[in-house]
C-alpha cells in the first residue's frame, strides 16, 4: 500500500493559497485516478482506489496545517504503513524557486510547520516527500512577510507555472502507483523546471 498526503489547510478561506499546493496534488492524482474524497477518518479526507492489485489511499488532513503530525501518525497507525517506504508527504516549499519539485527520502523539516510536526509525531525523519518549490520574487526579494505570503492567494500568473508543476508531478505518482521505480520517478521530478 501507497499513502500519499497533501498537506493544507481546510475550509474556502485557504483556497488556491501557496500553502495548500499539497492538497492540489492529491485532488489532481484523485481526479487522474477517478477516485473521490468521500470517507473521513483519522482527522483526515480520505481517497482510496487499486491499481494493478495494490492499494492507495490519498488523504487530506483536517487538522490546520501546524498540526498535521497528528493526522499523519494516525493515518501510519490505522493502515499499518511503513513510513520509510510507504509514505509520501507532499508540500508547498518557500526554498525552491516556483515551477520545480524536489524529492527526498529523508531529512529536516527545515521551516516548514506541517512537517516539523510530522517529524515530531512520527518521532523520525525517515520518509520520503515531494516539495513543490512556491518561491516568487517577491518572496526571494524579501517584499512580502513569510507568514503572508504562503497563507496569501497565488496570483494568476504564477497559478499557471505551479498547475503545470501539480499536473506534472501527479502523472509521475501515477506512474509510481503503477509500479514504477521509486529513483527513476524521483529523478525525473527533480529534473523538473517549467519555469
Known sequence: MLLIVGLGNPGMKYKNTYHN?????????????????DKSECESKTAHGKIGGEEFVLAKPQTYMN??????????????????????????????????????????A???????????ELGTQEFRRLRIGTKTEALKNKEVELIDF??????????????????EVSALLVD???????????????KLRLI
Open 21 to 37: 499546493v499539497g492538497f492540489n496534488v492529491v485532488d489532481s492524482l484523485a481526479k487522474t485516478l477517478k477516485v473521490k474524497f
Open 67 to 108: 498540526l498535521s503530525g497528528v493526522a499523519v501518525k494516525k493515518l501510519v497507525k490505522h493502515y499499518g504503513v511503513d513510513e520509510t517506504c510507504e509514505l509520501i508527504v507532499v508540500y508547498d516549499d518557500i526554498d525552491l524557486p516556483v515551477g520545480t519539485a524536489r524529492v527526498r527520502e529523508s531529512g529536516s
Open 110 to 120: 527545515g521551516t516548514h510547520n506541517g512537517m516539523r510536526s510530522i517529524v515530531s
Open 150 to 167: 504562503v497563507l496569501s492567494k497565488v496570483d494568476y500568473e504564477t497559478k499557471q507555472v505551479i498547475d503545470n508543476v501539480v499536473a
Open 176 to 190: 509510481l502507483l503503477k509500479g514504477a521505480d521509486f529513483a527513476r520517478v524521483e529523478e525525473k521530478i527533480n
